[in-house]
């Protein structure tokens, strides 16, 4: 039987229990932290593992969704202190950066990070201008096109790593500085990738805002690979392809970290949980959910 439940935790994000039994095999309990664009994989991830039969399949697992960035600063803090253990057996990052700060820091229990998958960047316009490239082509230049106070979504640019790809192409590819730049009030920042397009999705009008942003193409996806074509409005996907000299942005290279320690973890479930991942089915679904690898 299984069954989930949502609640919130102390960083301000949401965590979901998804409580997986079978008789056949093992329980244990694994507790991973996820960025958030991976949440749709993460999901299917953990029911296919579950419905697999596989030793520890039966593990309840308690996924707690969030921004890299805090994560980082939870996972450190709860280190740092004196006879600290971690809260999560597993961190599954949006970046390559962060389970390898991690990994430098507290090498006793932070083992070696490894690459689960690179994601893409997306402009979503729902209700704005024309982004496709038979339109704009991207973001269109707030010097050729009145953007409303609050239009663009955009997700935080320190601590979401997707938030600083979005950065990185307005700098790159616009000219335009944000934060901290002529444009700020054109723009609404969300603590996460998830909250950012929560907000887009949410729009309901041409002047219901914000009703466009940049978003995980992971997000609108159909599950087979490709975005969803019954997507309102207009995107516009962001590829490895130069523009002024540089692409628009840095690679999403996701990684992820083990995390020895936690009382009552089982390193062998997390192990078994993490061989998954990395079979011919975790990436499979992890490809179907417009993932490169």
Known sequence: ????????????????????????????SIN??????????????VNAFGASGLPFSSSSFTVTYGATGDFQT????????PGGTTPYDLFFAADDTTPAALRAAYSSVVQVPFRY???????????????????????PNPASYAYANGQVAIANTVTAPYGTAAKQVLSRVNGIAYPGGAYDAKFSQYTTIGTTYTAVNASSSATTYPNMGFVAKSQVCNGSGAIN??????????????????PPHDRLLQDAAAIRGRP??????????IAYVGSTAGRTIIQNNCYIL
């Open 32 to 45: 991973v932290a996820v960025a958030a664009n991976f949440q749709g994989a993460m999901v299917q991830l």
């Open 1 to 28: 039987m299984r069954k989930l439940s949502i609640k919130k935790i102390a960083l301000g994000v949401s965590a979901s229990a998804l409580m997986l039994g079978s008789s056949a095999t093992w329980a244990q």
């Open 229 to 246: 074509p019954l997507l309102t409005g207009t995107y516009f996907e962001y590829t490895p392809a130069t523009v002024n000299g540089n």
């Open 74 to 81: 939870a996972i450190g803090t709860a280190l740092s202190a």
């Open 264 to 273: 009552g973890s089982t390193n062998a479930a997390v192990d078994a949980f």
């Open 117 to 139: 998958a690179e994601g893409k960047l997306i402009l979503w316009s729902k209700f704005g201008p024309n982004v496709s490239a038979s339109g704009s082509a991207g973001f």
